[in-house]
């Protein structure tokens, strides 16, 4: 038997930075922990940011996050054997951040997918032969702030028609196929409708365990297809997140065994403790099985997260959303010209940036399309 670990997002933070400089696997990460990964026939984790000491940010809608380039240390003596770059942070720190990121992989001997240097040198997955049988590993991103240029680096970002395709034409050449999908609604401990569909498309097209990060709390999993789909694992070591502790402390290493005739997968349930991690005694996930169960009913799945997520969208998102007002309507037909000037200064840089950012991306158009239901549904207009 062999076995892959994955583990979910991972970036050094302010308050264990000396230890990932030190190279301290054992005090970051617990021996428990550091014995699974020396254990491991292949590992992985999310690299949720840069590793560079560049301090030119791009201009975007959220933080931009990266830590110091000698924390690799820490990364290398974990002993992960790579990094997947597909996620919004990735390109935080422009062209210099991700140039110097992928430098600092190679010469600590760690590989990396996801990601390219422009839009023309994508490595959207990586070959390993595990236990006799050949691996890939694709890894893709939701579109945020981080689709590559011409000359700009980026992510390989979810286009259903290309990454089915190609998951399709991967799996004829390899045994065994896993997806790292970096999306999912964020801090919501199920699954959106949208993430779902994505998950039973790419498993119908051969894809045989997907996992996703990004939503920095655990989710839930199901079996389809003969596919293992797990909705969030959570965080690995991600402790600058001060939101919602009684979900973003805790995460899942998922470690899948393959045999000679499938695979199994068994989660290991980890704990951010400070600025440290712990691996958990009591390994409880009937929160996690419990979850499971209620994947079929979308009504509850929809109502739950139109509740959770309304507040947050209605806080961040429709104050840039006007409306026409009266005065406006007036102040428009009499000064035309003047009206349209008034109005582009009316919004600030950060408004611009997060209504592009909605229209943008399908994470968000999901969020504004359920959570708009949700108001309308509140004044009985539907």
């Known amino acids: 038997m062999s076995k ?16 990932f400089e030190q190279g301290d696997a054992r005090a970051l990460f617990g021996n428990e922990i550091c014995n699974m990964f020396a254990e491991a026939d292949y590992s992985i984790f999310n690299l949720e940011g840069p590793l560079t000491d560049s301090d030119k940010m791009l201009f975007k809608d959220g933080p931009g996050i990266k830590a110091p380039s000698q924390t690799v240390n820490g990364i290398k003596n974990l002993g992960v054997k790579a990094v997947a770059l597909a996620n919004n942070h990735t390109t935080d720190f422009l062209k210099k951040g991700y ?6 992989l190679e010469k600590a001997g760690i590989d990396y997918v996801g990601a390219g240097i422009d839009q023309d040198s994508i490595k959207t997955h990586i070959s ?19 689709k590559a240029g011409k000359d700009s680096p980026g992510a390989n970002i979810y286009d259903e028609y290309i990454v089915c395709n190609e998951i399709k034409e991967l799996k004829k050449s390899h045994d065994f196929l896993i997806v790292i999908y970096h999306g999912g609604a964020e801090y919501f401990p199920y699954t959106t409708p949208q993430t779902r569909t994505r998950f039973h498309r790419m498993a119908d ?36 997140q001060k939101k919602f502790p009684n979900l973003t402390k805790h995460g899942l290493i998922a470690e899948i065994q393959l045999t000679d005739s499938g695979f199994e997968v068994k989660n290991h349930l980890i704990n951010i403790v400070g600025n440290v991690l712990e ?8 929160e996690f099985y419990e979850r499971g169960k209620k994947l079929c009913d979308e009504d509850f799945l929809v109502s739950l997260f139109e509740e959770r997520k309304s507040k947050e969208i209605m806080f961040n998102y429709l104050t840039t959303y006007k409306g026409r007002y009266p005065f406006r309507i007036v102040f428009r037909s009499l000064f035309p010209k003047l009206y349209h000037k008034w109005m582009l200064r009316s919004y600030s840089d950060a408004h611009c940036i997060r209504n ?11 969020d504004m399309f359920y959570v708009w239901r949700h108001i309308l549904k509140k004044r009985n207009l539907i």
């Open 4 to 19: 892959i670990l994955i583990a979910g997002d991972l970036l050094p933070s302010e308050g264990n930075y000396s230890l």
């Open 99 to 104: 140039e110097d990121t992928v430098s600092i």
């Open 128 to 146: 390993v032969e595990v236990g006799g049988k050949k691996v890939c590993i694709y890894n893709v991103s939701e579109l945020f702030f981080n």
């Open 205 to 240: 097209c051969g894809a045989d365990f997907i996992t996703a990060q990004h939503t920095h709390c655990i989710s839930c999993a199901e079996k389809y297809n003969g596919s293992y789909l797990l909705y969030g694992q959570g965080n690995f070591l991600f402790a600058r």
């Open 279 to 286: 691996y958990d005694k009591n390994q409880d996930l009937s």
């Open 356 to 366: 592009f950012n909605v229209i943008m991306g399908g994470r968000r158009s999901e």
